[in-house]
């Protein structure tokens, strides 16, 4: 699959406490951005790009710690990972915006003092709905990596965020060997295509994307202050709490969209998903742009 993914060019931006982010950039016609979200890097993103790039110019950024930006840095927090997103909008120019996950969450926290002119699209953020937490499982995590067990750590992960769904109910004793040669397997394919980052070298920004994740407690009540247009993304087959976290964004923002794609689940922008569906959703939303653009 990695063959037919698409050229592109590389570029970067400084955010406002000095981090270099960098991206990739394909297409042509207004500017979009696409966040990824945890364990990703923006070259999984590269399908989403390329079926979008046709109508707009597309910008895939790296989040902290990965790939082409910077470390996350001391201090880093929810404020500074929105603030790549303040960033990189007022650098690209970009008026439409996706976020993946993880990603999504400083992308909706950019979003509610964004202008009016904007249109965000969020994928599943993984939002604290009710009594559960989608960052329960990061003490566990952060005792096994540094006891030097990236294996086990992983399976907390997976395990905590329900990712998918089923491998909840899977045996550690199980789980721990299988992740342990996957882990293996997919470094040794990212070395022979020569592209993407292994899931070795992201599972340590496991811990900073989760504490940025845990201080978004609240904002989805506070979503209800943006004045951007909206538009809500997920998989009829992703774990509950992420299906009742649109729930929670769609009660305090009558006027969103969502869209809700049967038979997917949480990773379906990714390039090993179905990103082309999740494209045309996309494409609809930000067409309006388009329009703008010609006008200009």
Known sequence: MTASLPAHETGSVTSRDGTLIGYRRLGGGPAIVLWHGSMMSSHNLLRLGSALSDRFTVYLPDLRGRGLSGPHGPGFCLERAAGDVAALVEHTGARGVFGLSA????????GLTAPRKQRIALYEPPLAVGAFSPTAWLPRYEREMAQGRPAAAMATVVRGTQDPPWLRF????????????????QAEQVRQAGAGVP????????????RMVRESAGLAEAAATARARLLLLGGSRSARYLREALDALED????????????????????????ERVADA???????????????
């Open 199 to 210: 899931l070795r070298d992201l599972l340590p920004t496991m811990g900073a994307d989760a």
């Open 252 to 275: 305090g923002l009558p006027g969103a969209g969502r869209v809700e794609f049967a038979g997917l689940g949480h990773l379906a922008a990714d390039n090993d998903g179905q990103p």
């Open 170 to 185: 899977v045996p550690r004793t199980v789980l721990v060997p299988l992740l342990r040669l996957g882990l293996r397997a």
């Open 103 to 110: 990603g999504a969450v400083p992308v909706l926290r950019w």
């Open 282 to 296: 996309l494409a609809g939303f930000f067409a309006p742009l388009l329009s703008r653009s010609a006008r200009s």
